[in-house]
């Protein structure tokens, strides 16, 4: 199956500054990668996402990169934002049979 | 477009009884619906993936008996957490696909998710 990892765990950043969240995969066969907010004791808000014929994706100040040799993908925010405070999960979905998340990153913004 | 609904939000209740958890998808079809679980502080984790018409497929480690997944309509999956114990304790949160045909949008979407507690 997949196994996704996921870091850092935690990552605080003043505002206004970048952030970036990295993943790995593990099976080749993934094909899609999506990242959701998670704010607390709510369900998952997709923010962004990338396909494997893709290497790059940006909607405003978020943006995904895809490596598909090295199997690593990521996140990166630029000029942050209180309201972007929250957890972030990346994912890899498996020929359409089922997503599999990441650990999560505990996203801080400084004010 | 592509709304799940999930109901309800929370629940509490008492050790050994049993709680169903409902997953709709309002305005589009869904033949697969998954099942997460997530504990605080910690990831989503695949309990099963549910296909209508059909039985479930249930993750290794996760109890096909004591969580009963129905999903009897193409609209409609329900999660029973059967003889339920402290233990299971957690915020359960369904999934559906959507089908990219119809809907051009999210390839997976979310329910609100529902906090059980149980005593």
């Known amino acids: 199956g997949e196994n996704v990892e996921q870091h850092p765990s935690t990552l605080s950043v003043q505002e206004g500054d970048s952030a970036v969240i990295k993943c790995t995969y593990s099976d080749s066969a993934s094909n899609y990668f999506p990242w959701y907010k998670q704010e607390l004791g709510k369900r998952p808000q997709l923010i962004i996402d990338i396909r494997s014929n893709v290497g790059e994706k940006k909607d405003q100040r978020i943006a995904v990169t895809l490596n598909k040799t090295a199997k690593h993908f990521s996140l990166h925010i630029t000029e942050t934002q209180p309201e972007d405070s929250a957890v972030y999960f990346c994912a890899a979905f498996l020929r359409r049979e089922k997503l599999t998340f990441g650990t999560g990153t505990r996203l801080t913004i400084i004010p | 477009g592509a709304v799940v ?7 509490i209740c008492k050790s050994g009884t049993s709680v169903k958890i409902e997953c709709r998808s309002l305005d589009f079809q869904a033949t697969t619906m998954f099942w997460y679980r997530q504990f605080p502080k910690q990831s989503l984790m695949l309990m099963a993936t549910s296909n209508e018409g059909s039985k479930a497929t249930y993750e290794q480690g996760v109890e096909k008996d004591k969580f009963l997944i129905n999903h009897a309509s193409l609209t409609l999956s329900t999660l029973t957490v059967t003889s339920a114990h402290p233990e299971d304790s957690s915020f359960y949160i369904c999934s559906a696909r959507v089908d ?11 329910g609100a998710g529902s906090r059980l507690t149980v005593l």
Do not use: D, E
Request: aromatic share 12%; no cysteine.
């Open chain 2, 100 to 110: 990219r045909v119809t809907s051009g949008a999210n390839v997976l979407t979310f």
């Open chain 2, 5 to 11: 609904s999930q109901h309800p939000s929370w629940v």
